[in-house]
């Protein structure tokens, strides 16, 4: 079964560490995606790729940035982490014939 | 730009019961793709449909339905016949071609009472 997998399910950092979401993905999609949810707003795109090293703003990019290496991988970072980043973030990756698929999100709490 | 609402903020119901979930889209390309995305209390976002914009059969999949109207802009969801295991936070999406990036409306909360 095809699939995105996220290095952790839940995380607890202290304020004004770097931190690093890991995002894998098994299907050799072009596109990948970081998207972040808070209740009552749904689902924001923070950036996306769509190849190798390539990255494009989202919505709400400020505090983050992403890095892709690899095709498969793509990891968002969090500079400096504030309480205002707590927050479910969730990747995905797509492909034209394939969808969509997401990962099971990371519940990121910042303290 | 695009932009997906879902006035419902949140549903209540009792078992057996149908329930509609409203979604109205904003796009002006004439080439887009509507989702719908179910999210259990375990936080996996579950893929439920796809439709794209030249396709505007309803379309029925046992219990669950949809309802696309491009002349009203809406991709409607209706449980008929509503269970415990449907309560969920629902959400709705659009993309244009090529499965480039997702915009999600804020989500309507399911809740379905025994």
């Known amino acids: 079964d095809v699939k995105v997998t996220q290095s952790s399910r839940y995380l607890v950092k202290r304020t004004g560490e770097k931190v690093f979401l890991e995002c894998v993905q098994d299907m050799d999609h072009e596109n990948m995606f970081w998207y972040r949810q808070d209740p009552g707003l749904g689902l924001r795109l923070i950036y996306f790729s769509y190849d190798v090293k390539m990255k494009e703003k989202g919505d709400i990019p400020e505090g983050y940035s992403v890095s892709r290496e690899k095709k498969e991988r793509f990891s968002l970072i969090l500079e400096s982490a504030s309480t205002n980043q707590t927050s479910m973030y969730l990747c995905?990756?797509?492909?034209?014939?394939?969808?969509?698929?997401f990962g099971s999100g990371t519940r990121l709490t910042v303290v | 730009a695009q932009k997906v609402t879902q006035a419902q903020t949140e549903i209540s119901v009792v078992e057996k019961e149908d329930v509609t979930l409203d979604c109205v889209y904003e796009t002006r390309d004439t080439t887009y793709y509507l989702f719908w995305y179910k999210q259990p209390p375990s936080g996996e976002l579950v893929f439920l449909i796809r439709r794209n914009s030249f396709d505007e059969q309803n379309e029925i999949s046992g219990r669950y339905s949809w309802n696309f109207q491009k002349s009203t802009s809406s991709f409607n969801f209706t449980i008929t016949a509503s269970q415990v295991v449907d309560s969920a936070v629902y959400f709705c999406a659009l993309s244009l071609t090529g499965f480039q990036k997702l915009v999600f409306g804020t989500g309507t909360r399911l809740l379905v009472s025994p």
């Open positions: 995905a990756s797509s492909e034209t014939r394939a969808g969509y698929t």
